[in-house]
């Protein structure tokens, strides 16, 4: 257990669903991360949050919405996804943004159908 | 795209030391050093940083060259549990984005 809890550990879901990933952590961390990795890709950061506000979209397509009601939650929206969006989707923490070590959760494994 | 230079995969004895070279010939002078690994399918995790001198923490130590063009990872006495992919990433200062590469798998055999 990193200090980073994301849920569900796995999720199948298909391209008409709406579905939610969850963050959270408890680590007094100020910043937190969504990044994307594709099957035999390097990690894609999607977005950054530092004290709660956006600061990096990274061309991410509309239908992954992030939200992040406070500093020790992190939620990814997802809707109309297509079967190129399976992936595993992981969290990750920092003291501030990029300035200490990131905390990364286990992820979530997405596969739509 | 990264901006760190690792080769795709080595191979370590175990019990042997392994070292990992990272080439980072246009980090800025604020910028540190970061290394991650990732065990299969599992998030990230952090190892240790550095920014112009050496470090060494229980996990692992980092060498720096005097230009901070390249480093090097050093486990000390490799396990078949430090089998992994490991990523070199620069980092912090005015960039606050770590930017993951392909990384470079070690293979710790018996």
């Known amino acids: 257990e990193t200090g980073v809890t994301q849920t569900p550990r796995h999720l199948v879901m298909g391209m008409t669903n709406k579905k939610s990933l969850k963050c959270e952590q408890h680590?007094?961390?100020?910043?937190m991360y969504w990044y994307k990795q594709s099957a035999k890709k390097p990690l894609e950061l999607m977005f950054v949050y530092n004290f709660k506000e956006q600061t990096e979209n990274n061309s991410v397509p509309s239908r992954f919405s992030p939200e992040c009601p406070n500093s020790s939650h992190l939620f990814l929206h997802l809707h109309t996804l297509q079967p190129e969006d399976s992936a595993l989707y992981l969290c990750?923490?920092?003291?501030?943004?990029?300035?200490?070590?990131?905390?990364f959760g286990s992820g979530t494994r997405l596969t739509v159908v | 795209d990264a901006k760190t230079t690792q080769p795709p995969s080595m191979d370590c004895a175990e019990g042997r030391a392994a070292n990992l070279p990272c080439n980072h010939s246009t980090i800025s002078g604020n910028e540190y050093v970061y290394w991650y690994r990732q065990i299969h399918s599992q998030g990230p995790q952090y190892i240790i940083h550095?920014?112009?001198n050496n470090e060494t923490n229980e996990m692992a130590s980092l060498i720096i060259t005097e230009d901070r063009k390249s480093s090097t990872l050093i486990l000390p006495h490799a396990t078949l549990r430090d089998t992994a992919v490991y990523y070199c990433?620069?980092?912090?200062?005015?960039?606050?984005?770590?930017?993951f590469g392909k990384g470079t798998l070690l293979t710790v055999n018996p």
């Open positions: 990750a923490s920092s003291r501030t943004a990029g300035v200490w070590g990131y905390t």
């Open positions: 680590l007094g961390h100020n910043a």
């Open positions: 550095g920014l112009k």
């Open positions: 990433i620069e980092g912090g200062g005015s960039n606050y984005k770590l930017t």
